[in-house]
C-alpha cells in the first residue's frame, strides 16, 4: 500500500488546502485594503480620468460640479459637461462621486 494514499493523509491534505486556501484569500483581501488606504484624492481622480467616467465634485465652498473628467493636473482636474469646460483646484475638493 502507497503510504501517501492512506485515507488519513488524504483527509489531512484536504483540510490543510482549505486552510492554505482561505488564508490567501485574507491575505489578498488584506493587500487590496491596504492599497486603498494609500490612494491619495489625485489617484482617484486619475482612475476616474483612466475610465473617463462621469463625477460629480464638491468642493469646499459647498458647489457641485459635473461632468466628464478630461484631465487630471497636479493641482486641477478638467470637467467637460455639454461642452461647457470648468477647472476646479484639487485642494478645494472635498468629494468625488461616480456618476456611472
Known amino acids: 500500500m502507497d503510504s501517501l494514499a492512506h485515507p488519513d493523509l488524504v483527509a489531512l491534505g484536504r483540510v490543510l488546502r482549505e486552510r492554505m486556501d482561505r488564508t490567501l484569500d485574507a491575505e489578498m483581501a488584506a493587500a487590496r485594503a491596504a492599497a486603498r488606504r494609500r490612494l ?6 486619475l482612475a476616474a480620468e483612466d475610465g473617463s467616467r462621469t463625477v460629480t465634485i ?8 459635473a461632468g466628464m473628467l478630461e484631465a487630471v493636473g497636479t493641482d486641477h482636474v478638467e470637467l467637460v459637461l455639454s461642452g461647457r469646460s ?10 468625488i462621486e461616480d456618476r456611472d
Not at 86 to 94: K, N, S
Open 40 to 45: 491619495s484624492l489625485r489617484d482617484h481622480l
Open 86 to 95: 470648468r477647472i476646479v483646484a484639487i485642494r478645494h475638493i472635498t468629494s
Open 58 to 65: 464638491e468642493t469646499v465652498d459647498g458647489a457641485i460640479h
